[in-house]
């Protein structure tokens, strides 16, 4: 399709307990971004993809964030052992190569009480 | 560090006015430039984009201003509408790097 598909829109985890993401890139784009918005404002960049391969993970909290984008599945995103500090959207986007326009999902709510 | 710094953070404009929006980068290997729009509860939307060989670029009513030597670009929206009520998003980056965004700027657009 010509949209990306994130799913849930909202999930609800309490603290300690894992979260997993899921996000359908655009079919025929190559690299796949994860981003976190907190407050409505400030993103942070997490990870992204170029096909199944990690691109760049500099922006990864790694003891307990994991991404993964293997073929022919949807895109994810686990946090292991959620915090409060976890709660924000989260942003998948894809684009088509590199300088390419990126085109963002609507994101999955996650609250983590 | 803040890379990108964005201002104002909210802005009210009169239906057919002009809507500006500044940013400021300081990381002089940014080469792409993209203004984002963003309705609640949806992801960011691009907008215009600009890269840094070019000092101004038009679309419609949307226009980015580059000004390479002060590191500093602007967003400005002609005839401003209600319906450009949203929060809007500049960013920066290297080719095929991660985006890195400013902090928002909330527009509303008084009928």
């Known amino acids: 399709g010509e949209e990306v598909a994130q799913t849930p829109k909202h999930l609800v985890r309490g603290e300690g307990q894992k979260a997993k993401l899921y996000c359908a890139p655009i079919k025929g784009h190559s690299y796949v971004f994860w981003y976190q918005q907190v407050l409505k404002n400030e993103f942070k960049f997490l990870i992204s993809?170029?096909?199944?391969?990690?691109?760049?993970e500099t922006g990864m909290p790694k003891e307990r964030f994991s991404a993964k984008c293997l073929p022919n599945s949807p895109c994810s995103l686990e946090i292991q052992a959620t915090k409060l500090e976890d709660s924000a959207v989260y942003f998948c986007?894809?684009?088509?190569?590199?300088?390419?326009?990126?085109?963002f999902g609507s994101g999955t709510q996650l609250s983590v009480l | 560090q803040q890379q990108v710094k964005q201002s104002p953070q909210s802005l009210i404009v009169q239906k057919g006015g002009i809507s500006i929006i500044n940013c400021a980068y300081e990381n002089t290997a940014f080469d792409y430039f993209p203004w984002y729009q963003q309705f609640p509860g949806k992801g960011p939307a691009l907008l215009i984009a600009i890269r840094p060989d070019v000092s101004e670029k038009k679309e419609g009513r949307f226009t980015i201003s580059f000004n390479k030597s002060a590191k500093q670009f602007s967003l400005h929206i002609m005839d401003s509408q209600p319906g450009d009520s949203a929060t809007y998003f500049c960013a920066a980056s290297k080719t095929a790097r991660q985006l890195t965004f400013g902090s928002g700027t909330q527009l509303t657009v008084l009928p």
């Open positions: 993809f170029q096909n199944e391969n990690v691109f760049d």
């Open positions: 986007a894809s684009s088509r190569g590199t300088g390419e326009k990126l085109f």
